[in-house]
């Protein structure tokens, strides 16, 4: 396994350069997400299909490295002075609204495991959407502060109430600690409105240009300390890299325009083009497709699921946004808003390893995500279509 492992690790590099090649190649025919291939290479060349890349501690940690760097751009790339006020108002309603429907229908179908499956149905992959979105031009256009509004607590939200109720450490004050972790995010968040450091400005925009990089190097420790201090109290260390993102988002609007958005184009050039890829690659190898083809029921509940993270997540998110957008920047908003993956694979793995669900099931919970993330941004897009202003924008 040791001689053949730099041999794996090269193989997933290349499932990771594929990917956009084979998106690029596909566009004249389909439009379709990075991180989807991503994960159906990663099926190609796991265990279960061609055999290439095995289940190993070095990829886990390395996909959860990319998993965290996938919070951290998300919680990053929220700016809260443009979603404060209605949309964030809007937002919270729409989750709350989404979760009580996911927990109620569960209930009262005589799920036993309504509240971790209550929440991977009420969540929206926001790591995942806004990519698609930016470079799209949606998040320059009317949709865009909502969008990133209903992502942010469709993100944080779940990723809270896993962390309260699914944690596993053992540490005394392990629910005080929590809660302080996430109201990290949002005190970071209250101070977003207060005046620019010169002091701190001056100091980032010195060493932007220079080996020194301070602006990426603090990104990156601050990253690993939230992480690490999630790890410690036995809470997903989606929630630290959530947090530790917002916090730098806030820390680095001390730089000016050009200058923060050269320091996010380097933070997505370690994230987006190194080990966030290998999250979603290795999602693919680990994934049971064979506790999913042979299980007649999971496959009977992919589009099952499908259908739940639509209504609960993307008609809610339609109704509940009527008095603010025109018909067709909501049909665009619910689209994306019912994209789930992330929080998905965590609850519906989380379920599955504390025998709270079987592993078919989670299985098909997880497949079904994976379509969302082909199908809803697809359909949001070409809703979009209808939307000149999302559609003509420019992307940011």
Same mark, same amino acid.
């Given at each position: 396994? %040791?001689?053949?492992?730099?041999? %794996?690790?090269?193989?997933?590099?290349?499932?990771?350069?594929?990917?956009?090649?084979?998106?690029?190649?596909?566009? !004249?025919?389909?439009?379709?997400?990075?991180?989807?291939?991503?994960?159906?290479?990663?099926?190609?060349?796991?265990?279960?299909?061609?055999?290439?890349?095995?289940?190993?501690?070095?990829? %886990?940690?390395?996909?959860?490295?990319?998993?965290?760097?996938?919070?951290?751009?998300?919680?990053?790339?929220?700016?809260?002075?443009?979603?404060?006020?209605?949309?964030?108002?809007?937002?919270?309603? =729409?989750?709350?609204?989404?979760?009580?429907?996911?927990?109620? =229908?569960?209930?009262?179908? =005589?799920?036993?495991?309504?509240?971790?499956?209550?929440?991977?149905?009420?969540?929206?992959?926001?790591?995942?959407?806004?990519?698609?979105?930016?470079?799209?031009?949606?998040?320059?256009?009317?949709?865009?502060?909502?969008?990133?509004?209903? #992502?942010?607590?469709?993100?944080?939200?779940?990723?809270?109430?896993?962390?309260?109720?699914?944690?596993?450490?053992?540490?005394? $004050?392990?629910?005080?600690?929590?809660?302080?972790?996430?109201? @990290?995010?949002?005190?970071?968040?209250? *101070?977003?409105?207060?005046?620019?450091?010169?002091?701190?400005?001056?100091?980032?925009?010195?060493?932007?240009?220079?080996?020194?990089?301070? &602006?990426?190097?603090?990104?990156?420790?601050?990253?690993? #300390?939230?992480?690490?201090?999630?790890?410690?109290?036995?809470?997903?260390?989606?929630?630290? &890299?959530?947090? &530790?993102?917002?916090?730098?988002?806030?820390?680095?609007?001390?730089?000016?325009?050009?200058?923060?958005? @050269?320091?996010?184009?380097?933070?997505?050039?370690?994230?987006?083009?190194?080990?966030?890829?290998?999250?979603?690659?290795?999602?693919?190898?680990?994934?049971?497709?064979?506790? @999913?083809? $042979?299980?007649?029921?999971?496959?009977?509940?992919?589009?099952?699921?499908?259908?739940?993270?639509?209504?609960?997540? =993307?008609?809610?998110?339609?109704?509940? *946004?009527?008095?603010?957008?025109?018909?067709?920047?909501?049909?665009?908003?619910?689209?994306?808003?019912?994209?789930?993956?992330?929080?998905?694979?965590?609850?519906?793995?989380?379920? &599955? %390893?504390?025998?709270?669900?079987?592993?078919?099931?989670?299985?098909?919970?997880?497949?079904?995500?994976?379509?969302?993330?082909?199908?809803?941004?697809?359909? #949001?897009? !070409?809703?979009?279509?209808?939307?000149?202003?999302?559609?003509?924008?420019?992307?940011?």
């Amino acid at each position: 396994m %040791e001689g053949a492992l730099p041999i %794996e690790l090269l193989v997933l590099a290349c499932a990771a350069v594929a990917a956009p090649l084979l998106v690029d190649r596909l566009e !004249r025919w389909v439009r379709l997400p990075s991180v989807v291939v991503e994960i159906v290479l990663g099926i190609v060349i796991g265990p279960q299909v061609l055999g290439l890349v095995q289940v190993h501690v070095l990829f %886990e940690v390395v996909s959860q490295l990319g998993l965290a760097m996938l919070f951290f751009l998300a919680g990053y790339e929220i700016d809260f002075r443009a979603v404060r006020g209605r949309p964030i108002t809007l937002a919270t309603v =729409g989750w709350v609204v989404s979760f009580v429907l996911a927990a109620g =229908g569960l209930a009262l179908l =005589g799920v036993d495991a309504v509240l971790i499956l209550a929440i991977g149905l009420c969540s929206t992959a926001l790591g995942t959407i806004l990519p698609i979105a930016r470079d799209s031009g949606l998040l320059a256009g009317p949709v865009g502060p909502h969008l990133m509004a209903v #992502g942010a607590v469709g993100e944080f939200a779940p990723i809270a109430l896993l962390a309260l109720f699914y944690s596993e450490g053992h540490h005394s $004050g392990r629910t005080t600690l929590v809660i302080l972790l996430a109201g @990290l995010a949002v005190a970071a968040a209250a *101070f977003g409105s207060l005046r620019r450091s010169a002091r701190v400005s001056r100091l980032l925009s010195a060493t932007l240009g220079t080996s020194a990089q301070l &602006a990426v190097r603090l990104s990156v420790l601050v990253l690993l #300390g939230a992480v690490l201090l999630a790890a410690e109290v036995g809470v997903d260390i989606a929630l630290g &890299a959530f947090a &530790a993102g917002v916090c730098m988002q806030v820390l680095l609007s001390a730089l000016d325009e050009r200058e923060e958005s @050269l320091v996010q184009s380097k933070l997505d050039g370690i994230g987006f083009g190194a080990v966030v890829p290998v999250f979603f690659v290795y999602t693919g190898v680990t994934f049971d497709l064979d506790q @999913l083809l $042979g299980s007649p029921l999971a496959l009977a509940l992919i589009p099952v699921f499908l259908g739940a993270f639509a209504v609960v997540r =993307g008609v809610t998110t339609f109704v509940v *946004f009527a008095r603010v957008l025109a018909r067709p920047q909501r049909g665009v908003l619910a689209a994306f808003a019912a994209t789930e993956l992330p929080i998905v694979v965590v609850a519906a793995s989380t379920a &599955a %390893e504390r025998g709270l669900v079987e592993e078919s099931i989670a299985a098909a919970m997880i497949g079904a995500a994976m379509l969302s993330v082909l199908l809803f941004p697809l359909i #949001g897009l !070409r809703w979009a279509r209808m939307d000149t202003k999302a559609v003509t924008a420019e992307a940011i």
